[in-house]
């Protein structure tokens, strides 16, 4: 256990529907990621923030995904109008900048769109 | 299908073995090297890191070495045990970017 929780661990929905995914980081972190997986494939880059400040967006996050960290601590992930290509894994993962680059994922949110 | 994805290169060893997992990566301007250890259902989880100034680095039974002429980057696991069997991810951090690009991973198989 790293210390970064996510909730759900799972999601069943609908195509059409939303949903949206909690993290909550290792307390005195001040950087949030998030990464979507997918089967046999590495992590995949989506959004960090530092503190409540969103710093950077992959080109695959489109507008249907947001992300947001209100006050610099936990931070959710939602997806709008779910595809079934939006089934995946994600990841969440924490760092401290004082120590360097190291990140420290959470168990994930499997997403399964039907 | 679902299939395709689980085509993972695989390294099968037996227990007490060495093992060594190769990574090659493009980007000559990362400056920064991480190899996880993925367990299914559960999230990466960190072994070891390497700064793009250092050809090599050693842990508690894992090393890893750096070959920037040839953008290559390998894991080098000692004595290797059932419980190392896994997935293992090598991600790379550009320079002036906090962000890590993974590569595919590796499965590891260890036989008792």
């Known amino acids: 256990d790293t210390g970064v929780s996510q909730d759900p661990r799972h999601k069943i929905t609908k195509r059409g529907q939303n949903v949206t995914f909690r993290c909550d980081p290792i307390?005195?972190?001040?950087?949030l990621y998030w990464y979507r997986q997918t089967l046999g494939q590495g992590p995949e880059f989506l959004t960090y923030?530092?503190?409540?400040?969103?710093?950077?967006k992959s080109r695959l996050l489109s507008d249907r995904f947001s992300a947001e960290r209100p006050k610099g601590s936990f931070s959710t992930l939602e997806i709008q109008r779910t595809e079934q290509g939006d089934s995946a894994m994600y990841l969440c993962?924490?760092?401290?900048?004082?120590?360097?680059?190291?990140?420290?994922f959470g168990p994930g949110t499997r997403l399964t769109v039907l | 299908g679902e299939s395709v994805g689980l085509h993972l290169p695989t390294l099968s060893v037996q227990e007490g073995d060495n093992s060594i997992i190769n990574c090659a990566y493009s980007n000559s301007a990362s400056d920064y090297f991480i190899w996880y250890k993925q367990e299914s259902g559960k999230g990466p989880q960190f072994i070891i890191d390497i700064r793009s100034n250092m050809d090599k680095r050693q842990g508690q039974r894992v090393t890893v070495l750096l070959n920037k002429t040839v953008k290559h980057l390998s894991l080098q696991i000692a004595a290797t045990q059932p419980g190392d069997s896994a997935v293992y991810f090598c991600a790379e951090k550009a320079r002036g970017y906090s962000t890590l690009t993974f590569g595919k991973g590796t499965m590891l198989l260890v036989s008792p």
């Open positions: 923030f530092q503190n409540e400040a969103q710093l950077e």
């Open positions: 993962a924490s760092s401290l900048v004082a120590l360097g680059y190291e990140q420290f």
């Open positions: 307390s005195e972190h001040n950087r």
